[in-house]
């Protein structure tokens, strides 16, 4: 694919060359320089505006969303310094929690800023995105295979651990893992676990699905098909219906007879209501005994971090997570879920800070879905972020989705070119 100009060509590569990436464990600092990067370009571009080489100028003005999210991330960082302060939790700590900011949070108004400025095509990121596909395809073989084979769950842990960073996770390559409930491998191909695994499978899937060429669009969904299944997560398997279906259903709202349609399946409710509940509150209970363990150890760390931001932190939360009790198997208190974690961390504060742009931005690339075909890949991944807030901390993941924040903030540039033409 040609690319246009040298931003262009940067994003190709920073995306084509994932798995080359995870090969030597550099993900977890790929994913923040490419973003101060492009966003370092993006200000330069705007400081010079015509001074700037011609196929690098940015063209109209800065997306009122992407303010928002500026200003709700550095609203962040506010609340990150309260906390710390707070609870005294001294310099080091809230440097180093600072840096852990710059590489988390930060990449939510960053790679959108860049995307808004930068003249990048959405093609571009679609096209990548479906060649890590092909990728993934080639050696899904081997990686499916090594269970039977006898190869190591763990290849190696990269050196590039001492950049620092949430844990060795970060910078471990794998062949799979094993499922310590049931002791049956799961796969989590670039991710540091399974279950994030099958979200970013997810967002293959929507990206494949807007490749205009047939050969790589198969290849993307496969290969994210691949990743959801083979990642075990069942998050995913519900993630990939609602993000792909919904926003190409959603276009209906705008012709009266999805509206009749409504109206007779509302009537029908009072027919049908009952087994549709008692069909879905025994879907609901099936889902969270698919993997016990696992749903009893989130809900209990849900309900601690619940308890102690509500008698403890109201305003700026705790600053930082704290280890589980035994209970929970150590894991952290704030982790496994976005919006808990935010009240433990960083208070009302932060998850205000979340709230507002998440929910403005959602209604906004909702409505521009109605009327356009350019909406539904933003809506999708916008539905993926959202689904991800609820079993995941996003901040942490954010160096993985970093194609998907370019992609919004490139969306939010071409909603403002058709209303200036």
């Not at 959405?122 to 990548?128: E, N």
């Not at 009749?260 to 069909?279: R, T, Y």
């Not at 205000?352 to 906004?364: D, E, G, R, T, Y």
Request: contains cysteine; proline residues 6%.
């Amino acid at each position: 694919m040609r690319r246009a100009n040298p931003a262009e060509s940067f994003v190709f590569w920073a995306i084509t060359l994932t798995w080359a990436f995870y090969a030597v464990g550099a993900l977890y600092i790929v994913g923040p320089v490419v973003a101060w990067l492009l966003a370092c370009l993006a200000a330069i571009s705007l400081y010079l505006g015509p001074a700037m080489r011609t196929d690098l100028q940015t063209a109209g003005s800065l997306p009122a969303i992407v303010l928002l999210w500026g200003g709700s991330m550095f609203v962040m960082l506010i609340a990150l310094w309260a906390g710390h302060l707070g609870w005294d939790l001294g310099l080091v700590q809230t440097i180093k929690s600072s840096i852990g900011w710059a590489k988390g949070w930060a990449l939510l108004f960053l790679l959108p800023f860049a995307g808004a400025v930068l003249p990048i095509r959405r093609i571009v990121l679609i096209r990548a995105q479906t060649i890590v596909g092909f990728i993934t395809l080639i050696l899904l073989p081997i990686l499916v295979l090594a269970p039977t084979l006898g190869l190591p769950e763990t290849i190696f842990v990269s050196p590039l651990k001492a950049a620092g960073g949430p844990g060795p996770e970060y910078f471990t390559v794998y062949f799979y893992t094993l499922d310590p409930a049931s002791g049956a491998p799961r796969w989590q191909f670039y991710a540091p676990w399974s279950p994030f695994a099958g979200l970013l499978g997810v967002v293959m899937v929507c990206f494949a699905l807007e490749d205009r060429d047939r050969r790589w669009m198969l290849a993307g969904i496969l290969a994210g098909l691949a990743m959801i299944f083979l990642s075990k997560s069942r998050m995913s398997l519900v993630a990939l219906v609602i993000c792909t279906v919904t926003p190409r259903m959603i276009p209906l709202l705008a012709k009266g007879v999805a509206w009749q349609w409504a109206a007779g399946i509302a009537a029908s409710m009072a027919v049908v209501g009952g087994a549709v509940l008692d069909f879905a509150t025994n879907g609901i209970a099936a889902f969270k005994s698919a993997r016990a363990d696992s749903t009893r150890v989130r809900e209990t760390l849900q309900r601690i971090a619940y308890e102690r931001w509500h008698t403890e932190a109201v305003w700026f939360g705790h600053g930082t997570v704290e280890p589980g009790p035994h209970l929970v198997e150590y894991m952290p208190i704030g982790s496994h879920h976005t919006w808990y974690g935010l009240l433990f961390v960083k208070g009302l504060t932060g998850f205000f800070a979340l709230v507002v742009p998440m929910a403005a931005h959602s209604l906004i690339i909702a409505v521009d879905c109605v009327c356009h075909k350019r909406g539904r890949l933003p809506l999708s991944i916008m539905l993926v972020m959202l689904i991800l807030t609820f079993g995941e901390n996003i901040e942490i993941e954010a160096y993985l989705l970093w194609p998907a924040l370019l992609l919004l903030g490139i969306h939010a540039r071409e909603m403002v070119a058709s209303t200036a033409d």
